[in-house]
């Protein structure tokens, strides 16, 4: 089957490997779409911190696609089935497993990081991971449940009031992403900060009431000046140090200011104490998805959230590294990949 192979920073090949093998509990996969994730780019990079890929991985994370085969065990699906993918395993029996924080699984397996994923033909998946879904919905809709499944812990974490006012900072997917899930849960005034006019266009269509072009101007004096009160979370969907400053700066009186963004591993933040007692701060973070995937694709499914419009392209296999080795591509927009 055809695949893309990481061997290494800045490596990563179009290949012919052999089909996986499936054990008894696991299916193999036909994939049909695989989303392109910040997490393949810092691996791509080699950055340090990032999941740790041994060479001759098939990286992919986000993916869905239809049951070929079933294990002997398999109970739960059967061939021909539509399934996304949980790409983390937890062991189940760990501490961290056992206290309900299994996201901190001292033997996580991560498929499409640690393991072969889904920039292949094919893929074979542990039972435990894969997620039905119905006719209604498309392959390339599913390949977003884990991106969303993330962004559903992250708001979880922020306790969005009812009635009360968020800002998102950064409306690449994930932060339109979060729009739409601040306005679920309950947000009577949501503001978008970001530079790219298209995207703060979206950002208001995804139900943003206020977006803001935080280049050259004073955001706080910005959000006054539209008659923004009291911002009670913040939500930081960039993962620069400069827009994690604009985040404390503008959260209100005892507020949230949840860090969703990944920053690089090394990065620093300079934050002023008194300024997070002054104003009651609580300065939050956001870890992998645990227990989220069947909410995930619950919300898309019922099609209360647009997973869509903020994918760029489906684009073959080939365009990968491209893909990887180019910020400018992606700064359009989300991919999906397909292969054979
Ligand atoms: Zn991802
Ligand atoms: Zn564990």
Same mark, same amino acid.
Not at 222 to 232: E, H, N
């Given at each position: 089957?055809? !695949?893309?192979?990481?061997?290494?920073?800045?490596?990563?090949?179009?290949?012919?490997?052999?089909?996986?093998?499936?054990?008894?509990?696991?299916?193999?996969?036909?994939?049909?779409?695989?989303?392109?994730?910040?997490?393949? %780019?810092?691996?791509?990079?080699?950055?340090?911190? !990032?999941?740790?890929? @041994?060479?001759?991985? %098939?990286?992919?994370?986000?993916? $869905?696609?239809?049951?070929?085969?079933?294990?002997?065990?398999?109970?739960?699906?059967?061939?021909?089935?539509?399934?996304?993918?949980?790409?983390?395993?937890?062991?189940?029996?760990?501490?961290?497993?056992?206290?309900?924080?299994?996201?901190?699984?001292?033997?996580?397996?991560?498929?499409?990081?640690?393991?072969?994923?889904?920039?292949?033909?094919?893929?074979?998946?542990?039972?435990?991971? %894969?997620?039905?879904?119905?006719?209604?919905?498309?392959?390339?809709?599913?390949?977003?449940?884990?991106?969303?499944?993330?962004?559903?812990?992250?708001?979880?974490?922020?306790?969005?009031?009812?009635?009360?006012?968020?800002?998102?900072?950064?409306?690449?997917?994930?932060?339109?992403?979060?729009?739409?899930?601040?306005?679920?849960?309950?947000?009577?005034?949501?503001?978008?900060?970001?530079?790219?006019?298209?995207?703060? &266009?979206?950002?208001?269509?995804?139900?943003?009431?206020?977006?803001?072009?935080?280049?050259?101007?004073?955001?706080? &004096?910005?959000?006054?000046?539209?008659?923004?009160?009291?911002?009670?979370?913040?939500?930081?969907?960039?993962?620069?140090?400069?827009?994690?400053?604009?985040?404390?700066?503008?959260?209100?009186?005892?507020?949230?200011?949840?860090?969703?963004?990944?920053?690089?591993?090394?990065?620093?933040?300079?934050?002023?104490?008194?300024?997070?007692?002054? &104003?009651?701060?609580?300065?939050?973070? $956001?870890?992998?998805?645990?227990?989220?995937? $069947?909410?995930?694709?619950?919300?898309?499914?019922?099609?209360?959230?647009?997973?869509?419009?903020?994918?760029?392209?489906?684009?073959?296999?080939?365009?990968? @590294?491209?893909?990887?080795?180019?910020?400018?591509?992606?700064?359009?927009?989300?991919?999906?990949?397909?292969?054979?």
């Amino acid at each position: 089957m055809k !695949a893309a192979v990481f061997y290494g920073k800045h490596d990563i090949r179009i290949e012919e490997i052999p089909t996986p093998e499936i054990g008894e509990r696991d299916v193999l996969i036909r994939v049909r779409a695989c989303g392109v994730c910040g997490t393949d %780019v810092h691996i791509f990079n080699g950055d340090e911190g !990032a999941a740790k890929s @041994p060479p001759h991985t %098939v990286l992919g994370h986000e993916f $869905s696609g239809e049951v070929i085969r079933a294990g002997a065990k398999v109970s739960g699906v059967s061939a021909g089935d539509r399934v996304c993918v949980d790409p983390n395993k937890l062991c189940g029996q760990c501490d961290y497993c056992r206290s309900g924080i299994g996201h901190f699984c001292e033997h996580m397996v991560g498929i499409g990081t640690t393991v072969d994923g889904g920039f292949a033909e094919y893929c074979a998946v542990p039972e435990s991971q %894969v997620y039905k879904f119905g006719p209604e919905l498309t392959c390339e809709k599913a390949a977003m449940t884990e991106p969303v499944s993330c962004c559903i812990h992250g708001i979880d974490l922020c306790e969005i009031e009812c009635g009360g006012t968020v800002a998102v900072i950064g409306c690449g997917m994930i932060g339109l992403i979060m729009i739409q899930l601040a306005r679920l849960r309950g947000a009577a005034k949501i503001i978008a900060v970001e530079p790219v006019e298209s995207k703060r &266009k979206q950002a208001l269509s995804l139900g943003a009431d206020v977006a803001v072009n935080p280049t050259g101007c004073d955001v706080p &004096k910005a959000l006054a000046a539209a008659g923004v009160q009291r911002v009670g979370t913040v939500i930081e969907c960039v993962g620069k140090t400069g827009t994690i400053g604009t985040a404390v700066e503008i959260a209100g009186r005892h507020s949230i200011v949840m860090m969703f963004g990944l920053t690089a591993p090394a990065d620093t933040v300079q934050i002023r104490p008194f300024e997070l007692f002054k &104003k009651e701060i609580t300065l939050k973070a $956001s870890y992998i998805n645990p227990y989220t995937f $069947s909410r995930a694709l619950a919300l898309i499914e019922s099609g209360k959230i647009d997973v869509s419009s903020m994918v760029h392209a489906v684009a073959p296999v080939e365009k990968l @590294p491209a893909i990887l080795s180019d910020p400018g591509l992606r700064a359009k927009g989300k991919y999906l990949i397909t292969c054979g």
